[in-house]
C-alpha cells in the first residue's frame, strides 16, 4: 500500500521556466511533509517541508504548496536551473521527526 | 565527520552470505534511521532508533534483517542468508529529535 505517490516518473523542463512536481498522499493522519533531491551516487539532501497548519512555504526559488482537502502537495521551482536535474522525493510523517514515508520519486531535467 | 558516514560504499556478495553494513550518524543526533532503494524504486523505510526507546522494527522485510545501534551512535544493519532481492541501494540517515533527515551517500548491496 504506498501511502505517498508521485504519479511522474519525470519531468522535462526548460531552463528559466517554471519546473512543478507533484506528490498524493493516502493517509490522513500525515501533517508534516518534506522534499528531498537526489544526486546519482549520493544520499538525499534536504530541500524544504511544510506543516499541515500551513498552506504554503517558500524558500528562495523552492515553494511547497499543501492542500489538505485533496491530499496533495506539489514543489514549485522557478526559475529551474539546469543544477536542479535530479531526482525529487516526496516525503511524509505523521509528526515532525517521527519516520518518513517516501514516494517513489521524480526525475527532473532541466534543459538548457 | 560532518556529516553521515556509511560503509562499505559498495558490497558483491554471494547468496546465501551474510552481510554487514555500518552507519556513523551525525553527532549528537538521537535518531538513526535505515532505509533502502531497490531499482527504480523510492525510500523503502526499514527501521527507527530514537534515544533509548525500543526501535521501531516495522519496516524489516523478514527475520533475516536485523540492526542495532551501540551505545546511541554507530548503527549495523545484518542481512543474513542473502537473497538476489535483497540487492539495492541501503542508506542510514539521522537526526535531531525532531528534524530532518541528513542521509548519508549508502552502501550499493550486490547479491549474485
Known amino acids: 500500500d504506498q501511502q505517498v505517490k508521485q504519479n511522474s516518473p519525470s519531468l522535462s523542463v526548460q531552463e528559466g521556466r517554471i519546473s512543478i512536481l507533484n506528490c498524493d498522499y493516502t493517509n490522513s493522519m500525515f501533517d508534516y511533509f518534506l522534499w528531498y533531491k537526489k544526486y546519482p551516487a549520493e544520499g538525499p539532501t534536504f530541500l524544504i517541508s511544510i506543516s499541515s497548519i500551513k498552506d504554503k512555504n517558500e524558500d528562495g526559488r523552492f515553494t511547497v504548496f499543501l492542500n489538505k482537502s485533496a491530499k496533495h502537495l506539489s514543489l514549485h521551482i522557478v526559475p529551474s536551473q539546469p543544477g536542479d536535474s535530479a531526482v525529487y522525493f516526496c516525503a511524509a510523517s505523521r509528526a515532525e521527526g517521527n519516520k518518513l514515508v517516501f514516494g517513489a520519486g521524480t526525475i527532473l531535467r532541466v534543459k538548457s | 565527520g560532518a556529516g553521515v558516514s556509511q560503509s562499505p560504499s559498495n558490497k558483491v556478495t554471494e547468496k546465501g552470505k551474510d552481510v554487514e553494513l555500518r552507519c556513523d550518524p551525525i553527532?549528537?543526533?538521537?535518531?538513526l534511521y535505515w532505509y533502502r532503494q531497490r531499482l527504480g524504486q523510492g525510500l523503502e523505510f526499514l527501521i527507527y532508533f530514537q534515544g533509548n526507546s525500543a526501535p521501531d522494527k516495522s519496516g524489516l522485510p523478514s527475520d533475516r534483517f536485523s540492526a542495532e545501534r551501540t551505545g546511541g551512535s554507530v548503527s549495523t544493519l545484518t542481512i543474513q542468508r542473502t537473497q538476489q532481492e535483497d540487492s539495492a541501494v541501503y542508506l542510514c540517515?539521522?537526526?535531531?529529535?525532531?528534524?530532518?533527515?541528513?542521509f548519508g551517500s549508502g552502501t550499493q548491496l550486490s547479491v549474485l
Open positions: 540517515a539521522s537526526s535531531f529529535s525532531a528534524g530532518s533527515l541528513f
Open positions: 553527532s549528537g543526533h538521537t535518531a
